[in-house]
C-alpha cells in the first residue's frame, strides 16, 4: 500500500529539529546530554525541566539518563561544571592581577548564562537536604578554586606573593564573594564588583599592593 502524502494538517517537523538527528554513544552522547540540558535550561529554565525533554533533545534513551542520574539536580550539576573551562589550565596574563581578574571575569560571563540558572534552580531544591546538598557540592566539583590555586601558585613561582600568604580560605574568598553577589543581585555582574573583588580583597590577602 502506497505511502499517504503528506496533508494540508500534517505539521513536519523543521530541517534542524533536534528529534531529526542520530543518536550518539559514548563521549559523544554525554556532550549531546550536557549541551542539551543546558539548552533547556536556557530556554525554558532550571523549574520546567525534565530528563524526559533532555532526553528528547540529546537524542538518548531516558533510562540511560537515570541511569547515571537519579534526578535532575545531579544531571544539571555535572552539566554546568562540564560548562566551565579547564581549571588546569587557566589564563596566564602574566601579573596575579590580571589572572584574577580573567579568572573572576570569566566565572562571571558563565553565571550570566545557563550555568547560573543551573546553580540557583539546584540550591532552591537541595538546600532543605543536607545529604542532597553534599552531594550538590561534591559535583560542583569546585573548578573556580581550583582555578584560583593554580593561578596563585604562579604567582608564588614568579616571586609576587610569599607562599605563606596562600591559604584555603583566601583562595576561597574571591569565588564566594562573587557568588554571594550573583545569588543576591542577580545578572549581570558589573566588572566594578569583579574589580574591588581583586584590588579590595584578593590582592591584600595574598599581601599583595591593590592595583591601579
Given at each position: 500500500?502506497?505511502?499517504?502524502?503528506?496533508?494540508?494538517?500534517?505539521?513536519?517537523a523543521?530541517?534542524?529539529?533536534?528529534?531529526?538527528?542520530?543518536?550518539?554513544?559514548?563521549?559523544?552522547?554525554?556532550?549531546?546530554?550536557?549541551?542539551?540540558?543546558?539548552?533547556?535550561?536556557?530556554?525554558?529554565?532550571?523549574?520546567?525541566?525534565?530528563?524526559?525533554?533532555?532526553?528528547?533533545?540529546?537524542?538518548?534513551?531516558?533510562?540511560?539518563?537515570?541511569r547515571?542520574?537519579?534526578s535532575?539536580?545531579?544531571?544539571?550539576?555535572?552539566?554546568?561544571?562540564?560548562?566551565?573551562?579547564?581549571?588546569?589550565?587557566?589564563?596566564?596574563?602574566?601579573?596575579?592581577?590580571?589572572?584574577?581578574?580573567?579568572?573572576?571575569?570569566?566565572?562571571?560571563?558563565?553565571?550570566?548564562?545557563?550555568?547560573?540558572?543551573?546553580?540557583?534552580?539546584?540550591?532552591?531544591?537541595?538546600?532543605?537536604?543536607?545529604?542532597?546538598?553534599?552531594?550538590?557540592?561534591?559535583?560542583?566539583?569546585?573548578?573556580?578554586?581550583?582555578?584560583?590555586?593554580?593561578?596563585?601558585?604562579?604567582?608564588?613561582?614568579?616571586?609576587?606573593?610569599?607562599?605563606?600568604?596562600?591559604?584555603?580560605?583566601?583562595?576561597?574568598?574571591?569565588?564566594?564573594?562573587l557568588?554571594?553577589?550573583?545569588?543576591?543581585?542577580?545578572?549581570?555582574?558589573?566588572?566594578?564588583?569583579?574589580?574591588?573583588?581583586?584590588?579590595?580583597?584578593?590582592?591584600?590577602?595574598?599581601?599583595?599592593?591593590?592595583?591601579?
Amino acid at each position: 500500500m502506497p505511502a499517504r502524502a503528506p496533508g494540508p494538517g500534517d505539521r513536519a517537523a523543521p530541517p534542524d529539529d533536534h528529534r531529526r538527528r542520530p543518536r550518539r554513544r559514548g563521549k559523544a552522547l554525554d556532550e549531546a546530554i550536557f549541551q542539551a540540558t543546558l539548552d533547556e535550561l536556557d530556554e525554558n529554565g532550571y523549574a520546567n525541566l525534565t530528563m524526559e525533554r533532555v532526553a528528547e533533545r540529546a537524542r538518548a534513551g531516558k533510562a540511560s539518563l537515570y541511569r547515571r542520574w537519579p534526578s535532575r539536580v545531579e544531571l544539571v550539576m555535572d552539566a554546568a561544571s562540564h560548562a566551565f573551562p579547564d581549571p588546569s589550565s587557566p589564563i596566564d596574563t602574566g601579573t596575579l592581577r590580571g589572572d584574577l581578574l580573567a579568572a573572576l571575569r570569566g566565572i562571571a560571563q558563565l553565571l550570566s548564562g545557563p550555568a547560573g540558572e543551573a546553580l540557583r534552580g539546584v540550591l532552591s531544591d537541595v538546600l532543605s537536604d543536607p545529604a542532597r546538598t553534599a552531594e550538590a557540592r561534591r559535583r560542583s566539583q569546585g573548578r573556580g578554586r581550583r582555578a584560583i590555586e593554580l593561578i596563585v601558585r604562579r604567582a608564588v613561582e614568579r616571586g609576587e606573593i610569599d607562599g605563606t600568604a596562600v591559604t584555603p580560605r583566601r583562595v576561597e574568598a574571591g569565588p564566594a564573594l562573587l557568588r554571594h553577589h550573583f545569588l543576591f543581585n542577580g545578572v549581570p555582574i558589573p566588572d566594578e564588583v569583579i574589580v574591588e573583588i581583586v584590588d579590595e580583597v584578593m590582592l591584600p590577602l595574598f599581601g599583595c599592593a591593590p592595583g591601579p
